[in-house]
């Protein structure tokens, strides 16, 4: 065979008991796992692996990225291969790059530079989801990427593609034009459509437009990811709206980074968790993900009112420049609440610029809004305002609104699945782009024993393929493809913090995909096994 590894801890994606064995690859699958105790030769292999005191467990897979355009430009992705991350899930929040025409493509690259860069770097050779695809299979020269990703067909984009960016109601004939571009990248390829409903043109749709947009998504037995209406004021409501759509579209549900965030909802989890278990045991398929930090991270334009992002990025900046439009805007989000922050007044000693665009702007990285304000002397809407102008919409934030007993209790739900949220962009961008699985299982498991090693590697591998509906992976099964990570219990640990977001991990010395060695013996090998993970065939 390839591969064997020796005397290995099988943590094996099921929440089951670990077990001793030698595990053995071939082929890029699990050709063999013979237990300690088990009768019969030891499998051999041309390769070797003494791997006592190690865990091996299936590859980890990340359920909400934004690597939509870094593993088109970086080989290494190191940021999720060092993680023992084998697949994420990109396409989220309902802002991405396909399906997209011409005029599409320019506003939505203005729109996430924040999230992915602008892409000047990228040939954007696409216009379908499954262009994107070949174009991820493709990679490096044809020699593929980094880590393997699945795709969310963004409902933002497709309502920005068949509509404009108009707040108001589809026509019957926009309808029907969403509804084909969903099916035909459940066609081509996607898994589930994803929402951004407190981003723009997104969250312009009402609940019966999305209800229509999920029940093509249920015929083909994909799943619905909404970041859905609020994370603050009237968050329970929108979780309930959620969970009401989808039951009323047949579809199945994964709640995006599934939070309880701000000042109004400490402590009140149980309610979230609550509203849930009595959605599953009536029947509804739903699932969740979460990053174990408290504080979020978006761009600064997302904190803007809806009303302000009408017409594309141009005529945000439009709005800004105009003093009247401006005075506006600043009321809604410090007086009233503005959707964009969740209906909650906008706290400016939450905000933390985590990257610019701009180099000419990098002293206000990695200070708070109110910060840099005091610093200057200025009010801090007048600093805030430049940035946005200055940077044409480009800076990332951290926004430090979470509550760690809630993040706790979310993660030890049973539907609960990892996901790092990841924007790599800035110069300071969140520690979970590099360090969310890590911590998990240092933090979480190791430290303060919130979840076992068997069950949190659960939520992170079979949980998150059982809702991708793949068959093969997943699991440490014979059979199943070889995307593995092998880790030290006693020392794994996310490198990664707030004042070094992109130090490695530690404790993760081998990370396999198809069988083939992206990291070994802690280092990132020039492997590029990654490719596309399509849709399987929908139900009869």
Known sequence: MDTVFRDVRVIDGSGGPSYRADVALDGGRIAAVHREGDAGPRPSARHTVPADG??????????????????????????????????????????????????????????????NGDGSDIDFSWRSVGGYLDR?????????????????????????????????????????RMKQLVA???????????????????????????????????????????????????????????????????????????????????????ELLALL???????????????????????????????????????????????????????????????????????????????????????????TVAQSAAARGEEPWTVARRLLIEDRLGPTILQHVGHEENVRRIMRHRVHTGGSDGILQGAKPHPRAYGTFPHYLGRYVRELGVLSLEECVAHLTSRPAARLRLPDRGLVREGYRADLVLFDPETVAAGSTFDAPRTLPTGIPYVLINGEFVIENGHRTEVLAGRAVRRAAPRS
């Open 136 to 176: 991820l299979d493709h990679g490096f020269d044809g020699a593929g990427i980094a880590v393997n990703a699945a795709y969310l067909i963004p409902q933002g984009t497709v309502r920005m593609l068949a509509m404009g960016w108009d707040d108001r109601p589809a026509t019957a004939d926009e309808l029907t």
């Open 54 to 115: 190690l865990a091996l467990a299936p590859g980890f897979i990340d359920m909400h990225a934004h690597s939509d355009l870094a593993l088109l430009r970086d080989p290494a992705h190191e940021a999720k291969a060092a993680q023992g991350v084998t697949l994420e899930v990109l396409g989220q929040d309902g802002l991405s790059y396909a399906p997209v025409d011409d005029r599409t493509l320019v506003q939505v690259r203005s729109q996430i530079t924040g999230w």
């Open 184 to 270: 035909e990248g459940l066609e081509q390829g996607a898994v589930g459509l994803s929402s951004g409903l407190t981003y723009t043109p997104g969250m312009y749709a009402s609940d019966a437009e999305l209800t229509e947009l999920c029940r093509v998504v249920a015929e083909y037995d994909g799943y619905y990811c909404p970041h859905h209406r609020s994370y603050g004021a009237g968050a329970l409501q929108a979780y309930e709206e959620m969970v009401a759509l989808t039951r009323e579209a047949g579809c199945a549900l994964h709640l995006a980074h599934a939070t309880m965030n701000f000042g109004v909802n400490k402590d009140r989890a149980p």
């Open 277 to 367: 278990d009595a959605a599953l045991d009536g029947g509804a398929d739903i699932s969740l993900d979460t990053y174990p930090y408290t504080p979020g991270c978006t761009t600064l334009v997302a904190m803007l009112p809806s009303w302000a992002s009408e017409g594309g990025p141009e005529a945000i900046l439009a709005r800004l420049r105009d003093e009247e439009g401006a005075a506006r805007i600043r009321h809604t989000m410090e007086v009233e609440g503005a959707d964009g922050c969740h209906g909650v007044p906008i706290e400016w000693d939450t905000i933390e610029i985590s990257g610019t665009t701009d180099p000419a702007l990098a002293p206000y990285v990695g200070k």
